[in-house]
């Protein structure tokens, strides 16, 4: 279903962007240190 297939897409989209935050937050910790 389109239901089935946006949550997919949601769940897509959220894990990159955790992705991209989590390198963010670990360069700033090397810049930090």
Known sequence: ???Q???QY???ISGS???ILSAEKWQ??????
């Open 28 to 33: 700033a910790v090397y810049t930090i240190l």
């Open 17 to 19: 962007i955790g992705k």
């Open 1 to 3: 279903t389109s239901c």
């Open 5 to 7: 297939h946006l949550i």
């Open 10 to 12: 949601l769940a897509t």
